[in-house]
């Protein structure tokens, strides 16, 4: 059984940064980070191969977030730059992915509870 908690969400200005961390018990490999606002589906914002060998990034985040794992911690990370408004929304981590879409929320078999992340322009 593996457990998740996710911290580091907070009220930020547009342009600022956050790190948001998510600890795990159990085993855990192929993780993601995936982002939901009001009314909209849950988006895939990050995922990370075991042993760090790949990372993936949806379009939106390129270049401003950067997935990232501490194995001696057991420990997720997503340290997220250059923040904009529309980055806003609850950000949850998840753990196990088997699939053929990282992006599909669906194909992971664990979750956190979500740690909320909101932007003000």
């Known amino acids: 059984q593996v457990q998740l908690v996710e911290s580091g969400g907070g009220s930020v200005q547009a342009g600022g940064s956050l790190r948001l961390s998510c600890a795990a018990s159990?085993?855990?490999?192929?993780m993601g980070w995936f982002r939901q606002a009001p009314g909209k589906e849950r988006e895939g914002v990050a995922c990370?191969?075991?042993?760090?060998?790949?990372?993936h990034y949806v379009d939106s985040v390129k270049g401003r977030f950067t997935i990232s794992q501490d194995y001696a911690r057991n420990t997720l990370y997503l340290q997220m730059n250059s923040l904009k408004p529309e980055d806003t929304g609850m950000y949850y981590c998840?753990?196990?992915?088997?699939?053929?879409?990282?992006?599909?929320?669906?194909?992971?078999?664990?979750w956190g509870q979500g740690t909320q992340v909101t932007v003000s322009s």
């Open positions: 159990g085993y855990i490999y192929c």
């Open positions: 998840a753990a196990h992915w088997r699939g053929d879409n990282w992006t599909n929320a669906h194909q992971y078999n664990y």
């Open positions: 990370i191969f075991p042993n760090g060998r790949a990372t």
